[in-house]
């Protein structure tokens, strides 16, 4: 099982991320995916998910209207954009699967992005 | 939005010691807890969830606890390799949230 990210990203105030989840080693559509970021130095937090079986999404409320989750099983790879970027979206973010198997916390993670904004 | 507490926010402890780390909710939220470890330069690695069950391949030195709004996580006797952060997260309501963490460092 593997859950490869893009890059590392510097974004300016107001800017577009978009940040990729290339999975694989299982069965996509059996296992969705959530975002979780991590400021360093803090608990992480949980952005939202999406199942990979319909589409279906669920955004953390303070994301609201400025964060998009997708899939494209053709490529068993997640997306992550997040738009208007402010500074305090500096952080670490991680994609990460999760299925009943395990209570429907995530068993596998991406390694990372780091994104910073910065003027 | 329930609220995890983690204490100690920093245990000093010495391999082959007994390491009690707490997580406390604002609310009862059933069993539908876990808990991670997290190295620096590493995505949090899942050890136990639904407050008991260990992931698949984690040591048995490992064992959650708890019901309610109190749960434990245990490691019977460390080795050089848990020295982490670790942090519990509950998902019985959305937001899903995460503890602040414990540092299990070297004394």
């Known amino acids: 099982v593997q859950l490869v990210q893009s890059g590392a990203e510097v974004k300016e105030p107001g800017a577009s991320m978009r940040i990729s989840c290339k999975t694989s080693?299982?069965?996509?559509?059996?296992?969705?995916i959530t975002w979780v970021r991590q400021v360093p130095g803090q608990g992480p937090e949980c952005m939202g998910w999406i199942s990979t079986y319909n589409g279906n999404t669920k955004y953390m409320e303070n994301f609201q209207g400025r964060i998009t989750m997708t899939t494209d099983t053709s490529t068993t790879t997640g997306y992550l954009d997040l738009r208007s970027l402010k500074f305090d979206d500096t952080a670490i973010y991680y994609c990460a699967r999760f299925s009943i198997l395990t209570g429907y916390f995530p068993d596998f993670w991406g390694q990372g992005t780091l994104v910073t904004v910065s003027s | 939005e329930v609220v995890l507490t983690q204490s100690p926010a920093t245990l000093s402890l010495s391999p082959g010691e007994r390491a009690t780390l707490s997580c406390r909710a604002s609310q009862i939220i059933s069993v539908s807890l876990a808990w991670y470890q997290q190295k620096p330069g590493q995505a949090p690695r899942l050890l136990i969830y639904?407050?008991?069950n260990r992931a698949t391949g984690i040591p048995a030195r490992f064992s959650g606890s708890g019901s309610g709004t109190d749960f434990i996580l245990t490691i019977s006797s460390l080795e050089a390799e848990d020295f982490a952060v670790y942090y519990c997260q509950q998902r019985f309501s959305w937001p899903y949230t995460f503890g602040q963490g414990t540092k299990v460092e070297i004394k």
């Open positions: 639904d407050v008991s």
């Open positions: 080693g299982y069965t996509f559509n059996t296992y969705d």
